[in-house]
């Protein structure tokens, strides 16, 4: 018998053990559980360490939000910081590919659905839902299925269809940026204030100033915190903070 593992992930505790034991009576399920973000990304890199990986993840969609809207994050290395679901969900799309995340929600929200398979979740299921259904949904993504509620696809296929408007004008203004510039932007990207972005590209900080007064112009905002955005809904990456190769001269001057 071929045994499914899965993780859950949720800072409730109880909902988390209960959930979990209910799996766990499932013949053909292996289960553990994770009380944040930071303690499942561990979980996951020690399984996969050991040559057992989860094969999927149900996350909360609020976890460690606390009543709050979760606010998307870089997923961060310290077990301190909190990671919020849809963070935890890209974290894991990027760290593990072959891992599959269901968010587990206290109500719909279209717009969040559509954040949580932008990131790279293949479900959206209400926490209430039956432990048969959730079984089913379980099943369902190991075979490349996605899954939502019927009330929920008319809202997130709106939310996606905004989406892509919005990355495609970003994407056009992030084509306006210079080649350095936009080595800049990725910098910015990966949380770097200029004195580490001008170390960085061999740059003085006056020189990187300007550069980053001009990707600001270029982009139309008038903060790092909103080019960061719009470059992240363009689709640009942060710069790689190790073993990156860096132009010294020549045009990225």
Same mark, same amino acid.
């Given at each position: ?18 959930? +979990? ?17 930071? +303690? ?57 590919? +072959? ?19 932008? +990131? ?6 209400? !926490? ?36 892509? !408007? ?88």
């Amino acid at each position: 018998m071929v045994r499914i593992r899965v993780l859950v992930v949720d800072d409730h505790r109880i909902f988390a053990e209960s959930l +979990a034991a209910a799996l766990a009576a499932e013949p053909d399920v292996d289960v553990a559980a994770a009380g944040s973000g930071p +303690a499942a990304l561990r979980c996951l890199d020690r399984a996969a360490g050991e040559g057992r990986r989860f094969d999927v993840l149900l996350v909360d969609a609020d976890l460690g939000v606390a009543g709050a809207p979760a606010v998307a994050r870089a997923v961060p290395d310290d077990a301190e910081t909190v990671v919020d679901g849809i963070s935890l969900v890209a974290g894991v799309r990027s760290a593990q590919p +072959a891992v599959r995340t269901v968010v587990l929600a206290e109500r719909d929200d279209p717009r969040r659905a559509a954040l949580a398979l932008q +990131a790279g979740a293949s479900g959206w299921v209400a !926490k209430d839902c039956s432990l048969q259904r959730l079984l089913a949904v379980i099943r369902g993504v190991l075979r490349d299925e996605t899954h939502l509620a019927p009330a929920l696809l008319t809202g997130v296929l709106r939310e996606l269809t905004a989406a892509r !408007k919005h990355r495609t004008e970003s994407e056009q203004l992030v084509e306006s940026l210079t080649p350095r510039e936009r080595e800049v932007l990725r910098c910015m990207v990966a949380g770097l204030g200029r004195k580490a972005v001008a170390e960085r590209l061999f740059l003085s900080p006056h020189t990187v100033r300007t550069h980053m007064q001009n990707v600001l112009g270029k982009l139309g905002v008038h903060s790092t915190l909103a080019a960061v955005a719009l470059a992240r809904r363009a689709g640009v990456g942060p710069a790689e903070l190790a073993g990156d190769v860096v132009e010294r001269g020549g045009q990225l001057a």
